[in-house]
């Protein structure tokens, strides 16, 4: 079982910066694509970002220059650099990892954060 867990969140003035973590953890020789997706109330939940095990990195244009994904292999995680946020990017921020290597048990299988909240007020 890999476990997901989010933080970070908080919430700030229009303007203000947040850096979300998402920690993966749960089996030896697996490394992690890692990606941030977005739910605003009512709506459908969104691609933010992705880092895969690689080190490729991908933004929804909606973020581009405004985010900063990266990741620490070591501890297998994942940071977002949120800056310039705005009102829209309020949301509820859910992490995804998806184990990948030859000896990793679990390669392909997903595995979703509980969330973490972020609020920005204008």
């Known amino acids: 079982q890999v476990h997901v867990v989010e933080s970070g969140g908080g919430s700030v003035q229009a303007g203000g910066s947040l850096r979300l973590s998402c920690a993966a953890s749960?089996?030896?020789?697996?490394?992690?694509?890692m990606t941030w997706y977005r739910q605003a109330p009512g709506k459908e939940r969104e691609f933010v970002s992705e880092?895969?095990?690689?080190?490729?990195?991908s933004y929804a244009d909606s973020v581009k220059g405004r985010f900063t994904i990266s990741h620490d292999n070591a501890k297998s995680t994942v940071y977002l650099q949120m800056n310039s946020l705005k009102p829209e990017d309020t949301a509820m921020y859910y992490c995804?990892?998806?184990?990948?290597?030859?000896?990793?048990?679990?390669?392909?299988?997903?595995?979703w954060g509980q969330g973490t909240q972020v609020t920005v007020s204008s």
């Open positions: 995804k990892a998806v184990p990948r290597g030859l000896y990793c048990p679990r390669t392909g299988d997903v595995y």
């Open positions: 749960g089996y030896l020789y697996c490394s992690y694509d």
């Open positions: 880092i895969d095990s690689g080190g490729s990195i």
